[in-house]
């Protein structure tokens, strides 16, 4: 698949993520979201047709849909597998050592996590859990793993964000599955990202359409605060903690902006980048040659690679490479994990919505 042609995902797409897993970086998966009217059995569904939702007369559903890189360079993928799911949302993969099978969450529209097993030598997933974090009228909107800088042979923790503006939090259990811990109020309207402190784990980040950007310290009572930063002028929608510079927080949000925190000081960003469009996904650079590069889905305006210069005070940044064959509301992106991300440029994966189209690129 080269850059300049696309794959068909048949429904809406919102979400790519590559497994980071060892032995399985050929791997990754596209979320599709779809939203239907119900009929009878014998009526036709016209999904363009507008009904009110508060009537009960819709339903959301979609597809996890597997790809199998076959070409890095020639950027070719193929189709191994299709789950049919209650419509996704997000999903994350969870670093695990090398001796552990690979592992991915899927948030569902219908207040679920799916918990799904890699199998390589049946290029299949096998579901181990389907945890619900809220009653399925309640949409989950993100999840995110504990343990990004620390794999482990174990699960991390899962944080998610749901639609009725509270957090879930899950543990592992003895019995080696997850089981929700604890349920939040955080936010007064959808918090639509929930993150990690990757190199603390006692500590969550969420932001929404509340305007604000909140951090929470699991091992306190949850309705305390350890900060709040209402000073967006729209809606927090992505959230990455950097896997290897310390105190370093992305933030994307709907104004077309990426700001730059210092953790230690959560209220002054240290830079502020114009994207072009509503970032709805930051995804640092997975190789610690390329700490200086974010990728970033900015919906109306494609996808841009931004690169940022740490040394200075300031944080001079450069849009590196834009990328914009999708023609819709560009969603899900994310860096391969291949050998090759150590080469000047790195495969990547995209995704948009209503053209539901999928793209294979490098940046």
């Known amino acids: 698949m080269a850059a300049s042609q696309s794959y068909d995902t048949v429904l809406p797409a919102d979400s790519i993520e590559f497994c980071p897993h060892e032995g399985s970086r050929d791997i990754f998966v596209c979320g599709t979201y779809k939203l239907e009217q119900k009929q009878d059995i014998d009526v036709a569904v016209n999904p363009n047709e507008p009904v009110s939702e508060s009537e009960g007369n819709q339903y959301r559903w979609g597809k996890c849909l597997v790809f199998k890189v076959t070409d890095t360079k020639a950027k ?4 191994v597998q299709e789950m049919t799911l209650p419509a996704v949302l997000d999903q994350k993969w969870c670093h695990r050592s090398r001796t552990s099978t690979a592992i991915l969450g899927i948030a569902d529209s219908e207040g679920n ?4 097993e890699w199998q390589p030598q049946n290029h ?31 699960l991390g923790s899962l944080i998610a964000s749901l639609s009725d503006g509270s957090l ?25 990202i929930a993150a990690w402190n990757y190199w603390e784990s006692s500590v969550v980040y969420s932001g929404g ?3 604000s950007l909140k951090a ?15 000073s967006f002028d729209a809606g927090v929608t992505s959230i990455q903690n950097h896997p290897y510079i310390e105190h370093l927080l992305a933030v994307g949000s709907y104004n077309n902006t990426v700001r730059l925190f210092d953790t230690r000081n959560p209220l002054l960003p240290l830079t502020i980048i114009d994207v072009g469009g509503g970032a709805w996904r930051v995804k640092w650079h997975p190789s610690p040659e390329r700490k200086n590069d974010l990728l970033v889905a900015c919906m109306h305006d494609g996808f841009k690679v931004v690169s940022i210069d740490h040394k200075e005070r300031t944080m001079p940044y450069d849009i590196g490479k834009s990328f914009g064959q999708h023609e819709s509301l560009g969603y899900g992106v994310d860096w391969s994990f291949h050998e090759d991300i150590h080469e000047k440029e790195t495969l990547i994966a995209s995704c948009s ?11």
Not at 124 to 147: E, H, T, Y
Not at 181 to 192: F, I, L, T
């Open 76 to 79: 070719l993928c193929t189709l």
């Open 113 to 116: 996590i799916s918990v799904q």
């Open 124 to 154: 299949s997933f096998r579901r181990l859990q389907n945890i619900p974090c809220v009653s399925g009228d309640v949409l989950c909107l993100s999840l995110d793993w504990s343990n990004r800088r620390y794999p482990s042979d174990h």
């Open 168 to 192: 879930c939090l899950l543990n592992p259990s003895s019995s080696n599955g997850l089981m929700v811990s604890n349920v939040w109020r955080a936010h007064d309207y959808e918090p639509w």
């Open 209 to 211: 359409d509340d305007l």
């Open 216 to 230: 929470w310290d699991i091992r306190q009572p949850l309705h305390r605060l350890v900060f709040a930063n209402r």
């Open 353 to 363: 919505f209503y053209d539901h189209k999928l793209c294979l690129w490098s940046g």
